[in-house]
């Protein structure tokens, strides 16, 4: 006249047992996204970096097709930054469109200094 299941056991998949000795993914001690970074890390891309970088391309953007200032032509770049300091998403808009394909390849080589939340801004090559 009892209730219970019988055995004493648990059911399959929902004992406390010893498992396989790993931790479950995301889980354990590993470096998760709990553990804060090192404080000496800054919390995003500075203005003074980002322009510091964009200078070292302008070079490069210029062979894009900017060299000649009376023709008018302009680039638009949205960067988004990865806190890894490189590029996670690139908007471009060009007044030339045979520009947007160079203007991409040269500022995807663009690097920044490693940050905790990355950045985004918006630079404008004329």
Do not use: W, Y
């Amino acid at each position: 006249t009892g209730s219970g299941s019988g055995s004493g056991k648990p059911a399959p998949g929902t004992g406390s047992g010893s498992g396989s000795g790993k931790p479950a993914p995301g889980t354990g001690s590993g470096s998760g996204s709990a553990k804060p970074p090192p404080p000496s890390i800054p919390e995003q891309v500075t203005e003074a970096a980002f322009a510091a970088e964009m200078s070292r391309l302008e070079p490069k953007m210029r062979k894009c097709g900017l060299r000649n200032r009376r023709l008018g032509h302009s680039i638009r770049a949205t960067i988004q930054i990865s806190p890894d300091g490189t590029i996670s998403d690139l908007q471009i808009q060009a007044t030339a469109p045979l520009m947007v394909g160079c203007a991409r390849q040269t500022l995807q080589a663009a690097r920044f200094p490693v940050t905790q939340r990355g950045g985004q801004f918006t630079r404008v090559f004329e």
